[in-house]
């Protein structure tokens, strides 16, 4: 009976203030776990890049103190 009210009272417009806050902190909660995934996926790509430089860097270097 409550969820039909509840619909009743969504269908006349009026909007029910804890409902609004509850899915608030729910989007809130899902951006920032977007957020987290993100953040670590970008780290890992940099962390990556950064490993491909350095090992090219170190094999040219290692390359140039070989005798010719």
């Known amino acids: 009976m409550k969820i039909g009210v509840m619909a009743?009272?969504?269908?006349?417009?009026?909007i029910d203030a804890e409902q609004?806050?509850?899915e608030g902190d729910r989007f809130i909660e899902n951006l920032g776990q977007a957020l987290t995934n993100h953040q670590k996926k970008v780290t890992e790509r940099t962390e990556s890049r950064e490993s491909w430089v350095h090992i090219a860097m170190v094999n040219l270097m290692l390359k140039r103190l070989q005798p010719v």
């Open 8 to 14: 009743l009272r969504q269908a006349q417009g009026r």
């Open 20 to 22: 609004v806050r509850r």
